[in-house]
């Protein structure tokens, strides 16, 4: 008999797609990056960072972990997101934000000693 559950799988991760994609944002530079490039750049890195906060990454048990999951939930408040009236450059500072904790997590979460199975 199979068991039903009531909670959603996480979606799943493509770990190597997420580390192509914060590393293009990490490599960009402010001089050469249009706003453009900027805004679609930090909406991939947001979606890959909103993946994985999906996933157990152990953050009950793990003081590190809890506290990257709390800097990226600020980050994803709505009001500290950029706007269309937001400087290049604290749209630029915002992406990598994002993209380093994405980053950080996206580590924690290919750690097979971290990585739940």
């Given at each position: 008999?199979?068991?039903?559950?009531?909670?959603?799988?996480?979606?799943?991760?493509?770990?190597?797609?997420?580390?192509?994609?914060?590393?293009?944002a990490l490599r960009?530079?402010?001089?050469?990056?249009?706003?453009?490039?900027?805004?679609?750049?930090?909406?991939?890195?947001?979606?890959?960072?909103?993946?994985?906060?999906?996933?157990?990454?152990?953050?009950?048990?793990d003081s590190d972990?809890?506290?990257?999951?709390?800097?990226?939930?600020?980050?994803?408040?709505?009001?500290?997101?950029?706007?269309?009236?937001?400087?290049?450059?604290?749209?630029?500072?915002?992406?990598?934000?994002?993209?380093?904790?994405?980053?950080?997590?996206?580590?924690?979460?290919?750690?097979?000693?971290?990585?739940?199975?």
């Amino acid at each position: 008999m199979a068991t039903v559950t009531n909670e959603p799988e996480a979606p799943t991760v493509d770990a190597e797609l997420m580390a192509h994609c914060t590393d293009a944002a990490l490599r960009m530079q402010l001089g050469t990056s249009t706003r453009e490039d900027i805004d679609t750049r930090t909406t991939l890195v947001i979606k890959h960072l909103n993946q994985l906060l999906a996933q157990e990454l152990g953050a009950d048990e793990d003081s590190d972990v809890r506290d990257l999951f709390r800097q990226a939930y600020r980050l994803l408040d709505l009001t500290s997101r950029p706007t269309k009236e937001t400087a290049a450059f604290n749209a630029f500072v915002y992406m990598r934000d994002v993209a380093n904790v994405a980053r950080r997590l996206l580590w924690i979460y290919t750690e097979p000693s971290h990585h739940a199975t």
